[in-house]
């Protein structure tokens, strides 16, 4: 009886670090952003957007330079990584870029409020990004 004392502090400790290297391998990556009015909204609540000229599959994006002042891209921090439909992409500056299911998406800077859609259907070639 006494052993087992002795090793019931070990068999618990075992326990709870497999059991949370299961949970950590469980857990899924949150999405870079979330679903209002049935489009895709940043996590400042500004709509986001796809551009036709993008490729999608590529891993990379087409707008670029003065492109991307006017449409900023939605930006993946350094630790981030893909999960489900949401996937990184390289931009040609080295940083990185959220996209969905292939299509990087992008802010529109004259929107200037959560809600604002007015990129909607510019130069027929930005669409509203939609799940």
């Not at 290297?21 to 009015?37: E, F, G, L, N, T």
């Not at 330079?65 to 900023?72: D, H, K, M, S, V």
């Amino acid at each position: 009886m006494r052993l087992a004392s002795l090793f019931a502090p070990l068999a618990c400790a075992t326990l709870l670090a497999a059991c949370g290297s299961m949970s950590s391998m469980s857990m899924s990556h949150p999405a870079p952003a979330k679903v209002a009015d049935g489009v895709f909204v940043g996590p400042n609540g500004m709509t986001l957007y796809t551009f036709d000229r993008d490729t999608m599959g590529a891993g990379k994006s087409v707008c670029n330079g003065p492109c991307a002042t006017n449409w900023p891209p939605l930006m993946a921090k350094a630790g981030d990584m893909a999960s489900g439909d949401w996937s990184i992409v390289v931009r040609d500056d080295g940083t990185r870029q959220w996209a969905y299911k292939g299509k990087p998406v992008y802010f529109w800077a004259k929107d200037t409020k959560p809600g604002d859609r007015t990129g909607d259907n510019v130069n027929n070639v930005w669409r509203l990004a939609r799940p």
